[in-house]
């Protein structure tokens, strides 16, 4: 079953050594990258470590951007060794349900390289709606409000 875990000193070491695919590696950032982002904004960031049952299989950084309301996914990966198990779905559902409950913002947004089209049809697959462009970044938006 999958479910996320915050990063903590027990488990950012494993954190770190998680990796995309080589062919991915220019869509993604790497886990140390994510990680310094949500040390330079703690007051509004939660590292997560997505897990299937005891076994650390991704990673993602959601932000808190009040000037914005919404929330933000900064970074989501799925290792190498794990994708094409439908963890990626699985994990942005129990995010989007976790963000439901806390009713803070009304919506979800996230961008993506836009030749990632792995992304781009897990992101609409979900209910993303791209709403503009950023050099060569998809901006999408999931309105969670019930």
Known sequence: MIHLEPITQDNYRECMRLEVAPSQVRFVAPVAKALGEAYVYYQTSRPFAIYCDEQMV???????????????????MIAADQ???????????VLVDLLKEEKKYPKVDLCYVEEAEGARRLYEGLGFKPIDKDAN???????IED
């Open 137 to 143: 970044e998809i901006i999408m938006e999931l309105l």
């Open 83 to 93: 994708q094409q198990k439908g963890y990626g779905r699985q994990a942005m559902r």
């Open 58 to 76: 991704g990673f993602l950084l959601l932000r808190e951007l009040r000037e914005m309301d919404c929330y933000y996914l900064s970074q989501f």
